[in-house]
């Protein structure tokens, strides 16, 4: 036993002020009267003036003892204590999802042999039980289980679909071996941990090298902009000993929509692509040979994320914008620029402002048509012209790609000076036609002639460099199936409600972080409207897919550290004492407010 | 007149002569006296019929009656006795304080008053002390003027002290006594007021004439002598009570006491007891007087 903070006992010098204050007490003059009984209905406080022998009452001595045990207290008494704390880590990753060669799945293996484990152990061992995926957590961070719980805990633990981060539980048993809280750390998992192993630390490794084909990636896109035609591109790979051939089928909505073969050597990664996809809300890529990981034999891809373009025109002449919504996959909404404010950018993916310019900064990547000179906002130092020939351009630019600027027939227009911050494109005599830059995480175009009306294949150039000026401002291209198991995402605007892939439905706010990421699927999001959007969640992890190739886990710990260590905790006593003076003062209260009671009372 | 204290002049006496006790209902008594007795008798309140038999003294036969039925009548009249006068004293502790105010002595001139009220009126006093220390008087009654003096030396020997409950004390003499009569209960009744109305209750449902006569100090009632912080006791019960006295304190405290006199009052009252309240500021004798019908005494 000893005193974490003995200093405290300095406040033992208070004791004698109490002495004083019952020194201090009133000691009134005493009077025998025929009857107290009408002095009972007096509810005068008896004032307390200095003076007189101090009268030791059985309070005197309650305070003091009050007093002592507050001091006490203070000073932190504790107990040393014999623990015996163990940590159980328990991989619930997807690779734990995967079959061993016995045809067992390596979790509950690991969940079996974790029990046969904490069974042996003392019996009045506390267990902090972790899992580790989506990121390594404890369960019940504020309980300890005790054996027989922290075996039920084991039972109920569930796999996710989200793949382990190595690094990650390296840093947890780094930790928990080195933090000399745990006489012992059980880490149960498909990794196994890099020698030499801190003897503080038992593994249970259930992982070893199986045949396993996998699908990596799985994305849809248009061929260009404009384009309907839905490109589908899938990565797979061999991680098999052996030549393989493999296939792989993709339907939408359930409805089988083509097959496409890759062969594929040992360890080698492949693409499956495919064209011209009918329409549908959500396409599913199956691989086969079935394995014995059949996690990463399906993806997801939906054409949700393939959504059409929404364009806010800015112009004085609307009509301009007619051509525009002509393209496939894009919309338009035109607004007056007296009449602009910032919150049309709410619903628009990119902006066009003709013969305008914002007065802030656009939240959306934009393009400025012959834009006024003199904005304070982009500051663009524009001269007119009354023929803006075209002399040089970037001949390996995307925005420049297929156009044939001898044939693009530009006439009045206005030349750039330099600008600070965007660079030409496309140059004339006087100055830059086209320029191009990015602020604030997004880009901006401004040409200095007129690409409208949009009139397709009657100004074949114009139109092509508009497409093109477009398809680099709505980022045509995008990965469309880029999430993952495991990885949160922002709720997006006017979503509700998230119905997870197993059909639990979800409440949750716009643009908060949604971390129930944890299964392969389709996630339906549900607007306050009524609509309805999907989104894919696929494992998609080539590294964790190649079972053969895992590294091992490891560990940076304390070579001082023993196999079984007895750790000796101070356990503290001053709750004890603040609940016994608690009760103390209760009974002091209760005691003089009965009396006083009785007395007011007549 | 010798023998008695300084407030019994002859004068006093006098008027005291004047008085007699008044009861609210008939007693039987022990002897002849002047006050009507249930019993039946000679005396000139007339009772009832009955009819004649033989050796009735025909004197009393009413002829009337007979002249109106033709039968013999018989009237009868009721007894005059005398009538049996309780005088319960307080001498518990209570009464010895405050000692400036002299309650106890002020309550055995009261009480020897009214035993001078009731011997000269022909009528039987007996003493009862309630708690007290000292010689205790015997439990016989006392008969005649001239017992007075009797009474006196009795109410002499007593000395206040101890402490009683009033209810259990009063029901231990309503035992010991036996005979019904009028009843003077005097004391300061500084106690529970349920224990007074107990103790009282007890003398009516025993078809006991009350008067109960509280005495007060005058200081007692103003609260006089206690200022500042004071520890006051009990002088029964040894209970301690510290109080801050200041003059709102003394006010709640008299008004205290007051109040608890008024309950008593409306419960005597209510009971169909006579109440009377002293207070030692007061002159004895013009109190004796002017009080008498509260009292239940009538000229």
Redesign the interface.
């Known amino acids: 036993m000893g005193l974490l903070n003995p200093g405290a006992l300095v406040l033992l010098a208070v004791v004698p002020a109490l002495v004083l204050a019952y020194l201090a007490r ?1 000691r ?20 307390e ?1 200095f003076g007189g022998r101090p009268r030791f009452d059985w309070t005197f001595f309650l305070e003091m003892l009050v007093l002592i045990l507050a001091v006490l207290a203070l000073a932190g008494p504790y107990v040393l204590k014999h623990e015996h704390p163990i940590a159980v880590v328990l991989d619930n990753s997807a690779a734990m999802q995967a079959r061993t060669t016995s045809g067992e799945v390596r979790f509950d293996k690991a969940r079996g042999e974790l029990s046969t484990m904490l069974a042996n152990e003392q019996p009045d061992s506390a267990v902090a039980f972790y899992l580790t995926s989506p990121s390594p957590h404890r369960i019940d961070a504020t309980k300890q289980f005790s054996l027989s719980g922290a075996r039920a805990a084991v039972r109920e633990a569930k796999s996710t679909d989200a793949p382990d981060d190595p690094g990650a539980i390296a840093n947890l048993l780094t930790d928990l071996s080195s933090s000399g809280h745990y006489a012992k750390v059980i880490f149960a998992g498909a990794t196994a941990l890099a020698p030499p192993v801190p003897p503080g630390i038992n593994a249970i490794t259930v992982g070893e090298p199986i045949d396993n084909f996998a699908i990596g990636s799985f994305t849809l896109r248009r061929e260009s902009f404009g384009a309907r035609a839905l490109h589908a591109r899938l990565t797979v790979a061999n991680f098999s000993t052996k030549p393989r051939t493999v296939e792989v089928t993709i339907s939408g909505d359930g409805k089988q929509l083509g097959t496409a073969k890759s062969d594929l050597a040992p360890g080698q990664t492949g693409v499956v692509e495919f064209h011209s996809l009918a329409p549908a809300k959500v396409y599913t890529a199956r691989l086969s040979p079935s394995d014995g990981f059949p996690l990463d034999n399906v993806a997801y891809a939906t054409s949700g994320s393939i959504r059409s373009v929404s364009i806010l025109f800015v112009s004085p002449k609307p009509a301009d914008a007619q051509g525009l919504a002509s393209i496939p996959g894009v919309s338009v909404t035109t607004v007056a620029p007296d009449s602009y404010s910032p919150e049309n950018l709410a619903k628009a993916d990119l902006a066009i402002f003709e013969y305008a310019v914002p007065k802030e900064m656009p939240s959306v990547n934009s393009l400025l048509v012959m834009p006024p000179p003199g904005d304070p906002v982009f500051d663009f130092q524009a001269t007119p012209v009354s023929a803006a020939q075209i002399t040089t351009w970037r001949k390996t630019d995307a925005l420049a790609y297929a156009v044939n600027f001898r044939l693009l027939n530009v006439r009045a227009g206005e030349a750039f000076g330099v600008h600070p911050w965007m660079e030409p494109v496309v140059d004339g005599r006087r100055g830059a036609l086209v320029l191009r830059g990015e602020r604030q995480g997004h880009r901006f175009i401004a040409t200095g002639f007129n690409l409208f009306p949009y009139l397709g294949r009657k100004n074949l150039p114009m139109s092509v460099l508009t497409l093109n000026i477009l398809g680099y401002l709505s980022g045509v291209g995008a990965n469309s199936g880029g999430y993952r198991t495991g990885q949160p995402w922002f709720v997006p605007a006017g979503i509700r409600t998230v119905v997870l892939p197993s059909g639990k439905s979800i409440e949750t706010k716009p643009g908060t972080l949604f971390d129930r990421v944890g299964s392969q699927g389709v996630y339906k999001l549900l607007g306050s409207g009524g609509s309805t959007t999907f989104r894919a969640v696929n494992f998609s992890d080539l590294a964790a897919s190649d079972f053969a190739a895992t590294p091992p886990i490891k560990i940076q710990s304390p070579a001082a550290a023993s196999a079984t260590r007895t750790i000796t905790a101070k356990a503290p006593l001053s709750h004890y004492l603040f609940f016994a003076i608690l009760a103390l003062l209760m009974l002091e209260g209760l005691v003089i407010y009965r009396r006083r009671r009785r ?1 007011v009372e ?1 | 007149m010798p023998g008695l204290p300084d407030e019994f002049s002859a004068a006093f006496l006098a008027r005291l002569e004047d008085l007699r006790i008044r009861t609210r209902r008939q007693f039987p008594g022990m002897g002849k006296g002047a006050h009507l007795s249930p019993k039946r008798g000679s005396s000139l309140e007339f009772s009832d019929y009955r009819h004649y038999s033989l050796g009735d003294d025909f004197r009393y036969i009413d002829w009337g009656m007979y002249g109106r039925t033709d039968k013999f009548y018989i009237k009868l009249f009721k007894e005059e006795e005398d009538l049996l006068t309780y005088i319960f004293l307080d001498a518990s502790a ?5 000692a400036n105010d002299r ?1 106890f002595e002020n309550a055995i001139l009261i009480a020897l008053a009214l035993g001078y009220v009731a011997l000269s009126s022909g009528d039987r006093v007996m003493l009862r002390v309630l708690g007290g220390s000292g010689h205790r008087p015997a439990p016989s009654f006392l008969y005649g003027r001239n017992r007075i003096i009797e009474l006196n030396e009795r109410l002499k020997a007593v000395k206040p002290g101890g402490q009683i409950d009033l209810a259990q004390t009063l029901a231990r003499e309503l035992v010991a006594i036996r005979r019904a009569g009028k009843c003077f209960v005097i004391s ?1 009744f ?3 007021p349920n224990s007074v109305m107990r103790g009282l209750g007890l003398f009516t449902a025993a078809t006991m004439d009350v008067t109960a006569v509280q005495v007060l ?1 005058a200081g ?1 009632l103003s609260g006089q ?2 200022s ?10 040894g ?1 301690h ?6 003059a ?2 003394r006010e ?2 008299r008004q ?2 007051l109040r ?1 006199s008024r309950e008593i009052k409306a419960f005597c009252l209510k009971r169909g007891m006579h109440y009377a309240m002293f207070t030692t500021d007061l002159n004895f004798q013009d109190f004796f007087v002017r009080a008498a019908t509260d009292l239940g005494l009538a000229h």
Do not use: C, I, N
Request: aromatic share 4%; charged share 25%; hydrophobic share 40%.
């Open positions: 009133e009134p003059s005493r009077t025998t009267v025929s009857s107290t009984l009408a002095f009972r209905a007096l509810h005068s406080v008896r004032r003036r007395v007549v | 209570s009464m010895a304080y405050p309650k300061d500084l106690m529970m100090g007692e002598g206690l500042g912080d004071v520890e006051v006791v009990d002088a029964e019960s209970e009570l510290r109080v801050s006295m200041g709102r304190e709640q405290y205290t006491l608890l």
